[in-house]
């Protein structure tokens, strides 16, 4: 699938035939949500160059511009493909983003932003320090430029914290975190996410499927989540022996993550109790002892569950210190009853 149906969409605009129906039949709003589709596409970014990148972000701005009634999505979803796929491919164009307000994909659009842009984001902050949505959106921004100047003013704000950012919702930590780093103690920037990676393809005969004994995704399984007694799936299964691994920096052979078989809720955490060793389970049995205790203590409430259930993390956590294991945070968890 490549871009060119999206590029000569863009390039029409609004201009249809006389009975708002193009040649092919679709309808004005059929044919918009086809785009959508084909701009999803991350394998199609995959194949431009920086340039062709950077005239295809500005096609999407430019129909914005002589569309302002139209939906933006088509356009969020190009550019902030872009900035994720494309390296450079949006390089001069942050101007405009920001003139526009337009902080899409919590603020990644400015990943690769410059110096001078990174400032003016700093001089928004000042001039629009009450509106609160603008000041979180910045603080994404930078977060995604994430430079030695960000990382100096964050630790600044972290020991003196201007009256703005004690009106944001969430802590400055939590911003750097959709970014992909956070601050030492020190102040110095710290990565979450590892420079070397593979990517996960889908492998059916021949060498690839040797090698895919590497990482195996969603296994079925026989144990069931002790809430619920649905049963439970493996969403990674990793040969940590494998030399081709080595980058992960775990002493073990197996890493596996178990699953709860459920839609992703973003709000909630599902943690896996684990060791190096290729075992797994969820950690349930803890949560429904310390639920359980609540109950028959007859002190159960939204509270008391709450820092139950933060202890039980703590815990998880603090597993790898003392056992060798892990607590694994991931995207979904069937709720324990009375604590919605």
Excluded at 187 to 207: A, S
Excluded at 261 to 272: G, N, Q, R, V, Y
Excluded at 285 to 313: K, R, W
Aim: glycine share 8%; proline share 5%.
């Amino acid at each position: 699938m490549d871009l060119f149906p999206v590029t000569n969409f863009l390039k029409r605009g609004t201009s249809w035939t006389p009975e708002d129906i193009p040649a092919d039949g679709l309808t004005k709003q059929q044919e918009y949500k086809a785009m959508k589709t084909v701009a999803r596409s991350i394998a199609a970014y995959r194949e431009l160059t920086a340039q062709e990148g950077k005239e295809l972000a500005q096609l999407a701005l430019d129909f914005l511009e002589a569309n302002p009634d139209e939906d933006t999505a088509l356009a969020r979803i190009i550019l902030t493909r872009l900035a994720t796929v494309v390296p450079g491919s949006l390089k001069g164009l942050y101007p405009q983003f920001i003139a526009r307000r337009m902080f899409w994909g919590e603020g990644v659009l400015f990943r690769e932003a410059d110096p001078i842009t990174r400032d003016q984001l700093f001089v928004l902050l000042q001039e629009q320090s009450k509106d609160i949505p603008t000041l979180a959106r910045c603080v994404c921004a930078l977060s995604w430029i994430g430079d030695g100047t960000v990382q100096d003013r964050f630790h600044q704000w972290q020991r003196d914290a201007p009256p703005w950012l004690l009106t944001l919702a969430q802590s400055l930590d939590t911003y750097t975190r959709l970014a992909g780093w956070e601050l030492t103690e020190d102040g110095k920037r710290r990565n979450l996410y590892y420079q070397h990676c593979y990517e996960l393809i889908p492998v059916h005969h021949g060498e690839g499927a040797k090698r895919s004994k590497l990482v195996k995704v969603m296994l079925p399984r026989e144990d069931r989540c002790g809430g619920c007694g649905r049963h439970l799936f493996t969403l990674f299964d990793v040969d940590l022996s494998d030399p081709q691994l080595k980058f992960l920096e775990l002493e073990g052979t197996r890493l596996i993550i178990a699953m709860y078989p459920t839609d992703i809720a973003f709000d909630e955490s599902l943690f896996t109790d684990v060791d190096l060793s290729g075992y797994s389970n969820l950690a349930r049995t803890l949560m429904d002892e310390a639920y359980q205790n609540l109950v028959t203590s007859g002190t159960l409430s939204p509270d008391t569950a709450y820092n139950a259930l933060l202890e039980v993390i703590d815990n998880l956590n603090g597993a790898i210190d003392a056992r060798g294991q892990l607590g694994v945070m991931l995207g979904a968890a069937c709720s324990l009853p009375g604590i919605d």
